[in-house]
């Protein structure tokens, strides 16, 4: 079964030209610190361009090119600012896309899935997968905090990315992300085994 957001191509963004940018990236950024932790943050500008697109939110600003874009980025910096270890946990996330939600006046709330770092404590691949489409279902990309990338070595650590769909079931679902420009594939059940430190799983709804 696959499970997406309605409308992916919302997120192939056209500002670079040529082949489509698959989500805003963290590179864009004008600061040096912001270009290294600034993954949690434009992940939530993902999230936010993506309900606006469809209607549902009003964005503080007009997004119709990059500059507009990292306007955006640099807003819900504001809210989802990294701490010397990042934005290091699915709360973090969760607090600050509320407060941005609540800004524009939105009765949506974020949802939030915690990976812990031991293993006896995380969710199971099935309670995961049911975490994210329900996300999906509900027409929201996923952020997904990956502090540890185990054995999939797509993933860099200590990262949030941007889901937008999953195929799949169980231990062998796989999720389609965006992360700074890339489109990549990654194995749930996989990096649920593997992770050393855990993350997590935010969805807006």
């Known amino acids: 079964m696959t499970t997406t957001i309605a409308f992916p191509e919302y997120l192939q963004l056209p500002f670079k030209g040529g082949a489509p940018h698959y989500g805003c990236d963290q590179d864009w950024f004008r600061g040096f610190w912001q270009r290294k932790a600034g993954c949690g943050p ?3 500008a993902n999230i936010l361009y993506y309900l606006a697109r469809g209607g549902r939110l009003r964005l503080p600003v007009a997004v119709d090119s990059q500059d507009g874009f990292l306007s955006l980025m640099e807003h819900s910096w504001a809210y989802l600012t ?7 946990s699915p ?4 607090k600050g896309l509320d407060a941005l939600l609540s800004l524009q006046g939105s009765g949506m709330k974020s949802q939030a899935l915690e990976v812990p770092a031991e293993p006896e404590r995380r969710p199971s691949a ?3 997968e049911a975490f994210i489409r329900s996300g999906l279902a509900a027409d929201s990309p996923v952020a997904f905090l990956n502090l540890s990338n185990g ?3 797509q993933l860099e650590n200590w990262h949030w990315v941007t889901v937008v769909g999953l195929s799949g ?9 965006y992360d700074n420009g ?5 194995p749930l ?8 430190r855990g993350g997590g799983f935010v969805y807006v709804a």
């Open 91 to 94: 709360a973090l996330m969760q």
């Open 82 to 88: 990294p701490t010397m270890m990042g934005l290091n």
């Open 126 to 128: 099935g309670t995961a």
């Open 189 to 196: 059940g996989l990096w649920l085994r593997t992770t050393k």
């Open 169 to 177: 079931a169980g231990e062998d679902a796989l999720m389609e992300i």
């Open 42 to 44: 434009c992940t939530g």
């Open 151 to 153: 054995e999939v070595p």
């Open 182 to 186: 890339r489109r990549l594939s990654v």
